[in-house]
């Protein structure tokens, strides 16, 4: 899977005469996923910066397995899907713990020794749902997906590609639900969970030197699974595993980028339009 960064600097520098919609000319180079999130870029232009992707572990995992089966890679495909489904375990239940005034280092220090149990990971999961919804959690079936699983994990099965859709499918489905309910249940400690989560530091402020070269800059992907900006509508994010390929093979053509004054972004994508506003505020400060 790659991902499309761009140059800080050149977009910093179009900020200066920005005065309403325009196309820029800026370089949006490319990049493989990196575990930390942090990536150097340097454009035509030599501008060197760093741009930190602002996506948790399990959105970009299901987005791996996305990729995987497009290139034809299914084995890969199930490990992504399945690797995905154990992060989210470990963010439903940190989101459950804040929502029920637990210290984020208490938390920690009681994850800490399941982060590599499987089975006690989902343990805990489940009970952070009855703890939060008086309802028993939704899971792999034992007879049918976990075996599949494993078979393909520790057993080096290749599956064919209409069962690595049909395990991402299964996935998916436990996901998004979960997510809806906390997005209602749930909403502030959701959010200050994602942030924790994120190799974006939120604390950080805002670069006020004078040196415009020096530059950090946040970027996002928008993912099919998607804590902070679900699919809905039009969107080409809409949809399972199956919908989701044709999204995947067009985001790799060439892009051109786009800024929008304040106005704008609230008008045609209100529901991004708060969010970006204050990233461009960041931008024109000497960050995005």
């Known amino acids: 899977m790659i991902v499309r960064l761009?140059?800080?600097q050149c977009a910093y520098e179009a900020t200066k005469n920005?005065?309403?919609?325009t196309v820029l000319e800026v370089p949006v180079p490319i990049s493989s996923l990196s575990d930390n999130g942090q990536y150097k870029v340097e454009c035509e232009k030599g501008h060197v910066s760093t741009v930190i992707l602002?996506?948790?572990k399990f959105e970009l995992l299901f987005e791996m397995g996305l990729n995987a089966i497009v290139d034809g890679y299914t084995r890969e495909a199930v490990s992504s899907f399945s690797s995905a489904l154990e992060c989210f375990y470990a963010f439903y239940w940190h989101v459950v713990m804040r929502h029920f005034d637990i210290p984020a280092e208490q938390a920690n220090a009681t994850w800490k020794p399941l982060s590599k149990l499987s089975e006690r990971q989902v343990g805990a999961y489940s009970t952070a749902v009855n703890l939060l919804t008086k309802c028993a959690p939704k899971l792999l079936n034992?007879?049918?997906q976990v075996?599949?699983?494993n078979n393909v994990i520790h057993n080096g099965y290749v599956p064919r590609k209409e069962e690595a859709i049909s395990f991402g499918e299964d996935v998916m489905e436990l996901i998004n639900p979960d997510l809806a309910i906390l997005r209602v249940q749930a909403t502030d400690a959701m959010g200050s969970v994602y942030k924790d989560f994120s190799?974006?530091?939120y604390d950080e402020k805002p670069n006020d030197d004078e040196d415009d070269s020096i530059i950090v800059a946040y970027t996002n992907v928008l993912t099919a699974i998607d804590v902070m900006h679900p699919p809905e509508g039009d969107d080409l994010r809409v949809g399972g595993v199956s919908n989701q390929f044709q999204r995947i093979i067009k985001g790799r053509q060439p892009k051109a980028m786009?800024?929008?004054s304040e106005e704008e972004m609230k008008k045609n994508y209100p529901e991004m339009?708060?969010?970006c506003a204050s990233e461009l505020n960041r931008l024109t400060k000497g960050s995005t």
């Open 6 to 8: 761009f140059c800080p």
């Open 18 to 21: 920005f005065k309403g919609h």
């Open 54 to 56: 602002d996506n948790i």
């Open 142 to 144: 034992p007879n049918k």
């Open 147 to 149: 075996p599949f699983r």
């Open 199 to 201: 190799p974006r530091n």
């Open 258 to 260: 786009h800024l929008l």
């Open 273 to 275: 339009g708060e969010s």
